[in-house]
């Protein structure tokens, strides 16, 4: 008898089990289980790496239009800017007229609010345009409040002109004008007068109407 005969190696014992008739364990089958998981595990990893990549493209994405969007409107912007520092005016008044020919009180005089009838400002400019251009024009009361003329379609402002310009240096535009032909629609108070072009306000100037 020798000092290992009471030791039995693993391979001795899974022989004499397998004689025995008790099945040895399936160490396949649990191999199999094993890549299996792994394969889940792997494939669940990747489907999350993939979701997140599209989730971050998407935004990447959306960054990309909202910048162009951005630029679009910027370029916009600029173009406005550039045909709007065409025309520069010096500076804006306003009179009483009666109608677009007649004055009550020319520009500068004082107004009353019984008198006045319509407010008609003028602007001095020059300018290198010579195609037709539109004014828009907004008469602001005491309150902020723009004045609308009747049947206005451009909101935001009082009324619009459209002419063409004329050339040379500090030369007038007539931009007549808001109110009523039979009585004032203007109540004593301090007003502001503003004309725009191209979204740019080009001059702005206050004036009062007295009792």
Request: hydrophobic content about 35%.
């Given at each position: 008898?020798?000092?290992?005969?009471?030791?039995?190696?693993?391979?001795?014992?899974?022989?004499?089990?397998?004689?025995?008739?008790?099945?040895?364990?399936?160490?396949?089958?649990?191999?199999?289980?094993?890549?299996?998981?792994?394969?889940?595990?792997?494939?669940?990893?990747?489907?999350?790496?993939?979701?997140?990549?599209?989730?971050?493209?998407?935004?990447?994405?959306?960054?990309?239009?909202?910048?162009?969007?951005?630029l679009?409107?910027?370029?916009?912007?600029?173009?406005?800017?550039?045909e709007?520092?065409?025309?520069?005016?010096?500076?804006?008044?306003?009179g009483?007229?009666?109608?677009?020919?007649?004055?009550?009180?020319?520009?500068?005089?004082?107004?009353?609010?019984?008198?006045v009838?319509?407010?008609?400002?003028?602007?001095w400019?020059?300018?290198?345009?010579t195609?037709k251009?539109?004014?828009?024009?907004?008469?602001?009361?005491?309150?902020?409040?723009?004045?609308?003329d009747?049947?206005?379609?451009?909101?935001?402002?009082?009324?619009?002109?459209?002419?063409?310009?004329?050339?040379?240096?500090?030369?007038?535009?007539?931009?007549?004008?808001?109110?009523?032909?039979?009585?004032?629609?203007?109540?004593?108070?301090?007003?502001?007068?503003?004309?725009?072009?191209?979204?740019?306000?080009?001059?702005?100037?206050?004036?009062?109407?007295?009792?």
């Amino acid at each position: 008898m020798t000092l290992y005969d009471n030791t039995k190696k693993i391979t001795d014992i899974e022989i004499e089990e397998n004689h025995s008739g008790i099945e040895k364990p399936k160490t396949t089958e649990k191999k199999n289980v094993n890549e299996t998981n792994n394969w889940i595990i792997a494939f669940a990893i990747t489907a999350f790496i993939l979701l997140v990549a599209i989730i971050t493209c998407d935004s990447k994405n959306n960054k990309i239009t909202s910048l162009e969007t951005d630029l679009y409107h910027a370029n916009i912007n600029y173009s406005n800017l550039a045909e709007s520092n065409k025309i520069y005016v010096h500076s804006l008044t306003v009179g009483n007229a009666k109608n677009a020919t007649t004055w009550i009180t020319g520009p500068g005089a004082q107004l009353h609010s019984e008198r006045v009838r319509y407010i008609n400002p003028i602007m001095w400019y020059t300018t290198e345009l010579t195609d037709k251009i539109t004014i828009y024009v907004k008469i602001i009361n005491a309150n902020g409040y723009v004045i609308p003329d009747v049947g206005n379609t451009v909101p935001g402002y009082s009324y619009s002109v459209t002419k063409s310009p004329k050339k040379g240096d500090r030369v007038d535009m007539d931009l007549f004008g808001l109110g009523a032909p039979d009585k004032s629609i203007f109540s004593a108070g301090e007003y502001t007068v503003e004309v725009w072009y191209k979204n740019e306000c080009l001059k702005s100037s206050k004036f009062i109407i007295y009792e």
